[in-house]
DNA sequence: TTCTAAAATTGAGTCAATTCTGTTTTTATG
DNA sequence: CATAAAAACAGAATTGACTCAATTTTAGAA
């Protein structure tokens, strides 16, 4: 089963995501038509159809491959985090933030995140969540590490430490791609501000 | 003018929005339709666009009422609050959780913070914007509150912490809001245990 | 009362996502 | 090779939000 077909199939996979890709960063999520996707990928629109359940989900393949790609660069925060907390902290949300904008627009992230609110139970919308929970997993895992040189008190709650720390920046971020003015700057000086109670409270 | 004309379009804007939360509550909001909306109002479709900008303002007047309501009944927790500061956040961020379905369906809520998210210039995008940012406000005021009766350190940066508290907060009711499984309780639960380690470090 | 400009209403028409159904291509089998 | 079943494709048809030009209603002046 992995002659011609398949071959086909993945290559189709590839058009249309690189046409989609294209196209909403030219002329916006809203602006690109399927019919517009589907002509530049040379498939027909019943195929897309064939192969997303909805427009949505190609964005949503689209996002997966960028935070899978952050997901990566994290690990080596978490394996070898600078020797203070709250610059570990600062390194790994950094390492989110600065990321970000490389394949996506703020439009894009827009849409995006309406989606996986909008669609919970929709391929992309648990594809989404699963995304959230492993950075909110990596985090935990950043913090564990920092307890584990001793950097911060063990008698800590590292679960509930580590979702605070990922829903305020997931949240500031959310505000960030709303304003298309925002600087990615302020954005980490202000996560950087919210965290310092935090440092202050953890810290052995 | 003062007569019958603002007194019929006060009665159409009632009418409508009495329509669709019915529909919405029933149907869903995809599940309801403009056209039923305005038959069930009594107006025609091109009404309903003359009042409202697009289907989401819809929601968003609604969304507004409920959490005006909610500002309103925080009001009394911070002129308030309870002698200890795990309680004083666990009975402000209460009110709002408890509150918070009252009028609105899971699925009404996903569709606002949706739209929110997509459309953060329309009319109802920044109006939701106002009502996170006073929601912040209002626990802000609570720990400048808790700062003056002599709860809550001094030196604690109080703007950075109610962003951190609101967020967090926000963001567990987003996730929660996205499972239909998911109960008020557990809910309440689980930001109390992130808010404990808060707690912790902002006491006297 | 009658008339007129402004305001509001109407619903048929437009547009783009999604669905549906008949056709074509690929694979597996004899 | 021939062929039948399965998989994938194409694009016309449907659907529902939103627009707009024509019509109706209202407020106030004469």
Not at 79 to 91: E, K, Y
Not at 159 to 171: D, H, I, P, T, W
Request: proline residues 1%; hydrophobic residues 45%; charged residues 25%.
């Amino acid at each position: 089963m992995s002659g011609l077909r398949a071959r086909q199939k993945a290559d189709r996979h590839r058009r249309i995501i690189e046409a989609a890709a294209e196209l909403f960063r030219d002329a916006g999520y809203e602006g690109a038509k399927i019919e517009t996707i589907a002509a530049q990928a040379e498939v027909s629109v019943g195929t897309i159809y064939n192969y997303y359940q909805n427009k949505g989900d190609i964005l949503g393949a689209i996002v997966s491959m960028e935070v899978n790609e952050v997901l990566n660069a994290g690990q080596g925060v978490v394996a070898n985090p600078p020797a203070n907390v709250g610059d570990a902290l600062d390194t790994l949300l950094g390492i989110y933030i600065e990321h970000s904008l490389h394949y996506l627009s703020k439009e894009m992230w827009r849409q995006a995140m309406a989606i996986s609110t909008q669609l919970p139970d929709s391929a992309f919308g648990q594809a989404y969540t699963a995304l959230d929970r492993a950075l909110t997993e990596q985090i935990r895992a950043l913090i564990a590490r920092l307890q584990a040189i001793g950097l911060v008190r063990r008698d800590i709650d590292g679960q509930a430490l580590g979702e605070l720390v990922f829903n305020n920046m997931n949240m500031m971020f959310i505000e960030f791609v709303k304003r298309d003015k925002a600087r990615i700057a302020e954005l980490r000086a202000a996560i950087r501000r919210q965290n310092r109670i935090l440092v202050a409270a953890i810290g052995v």
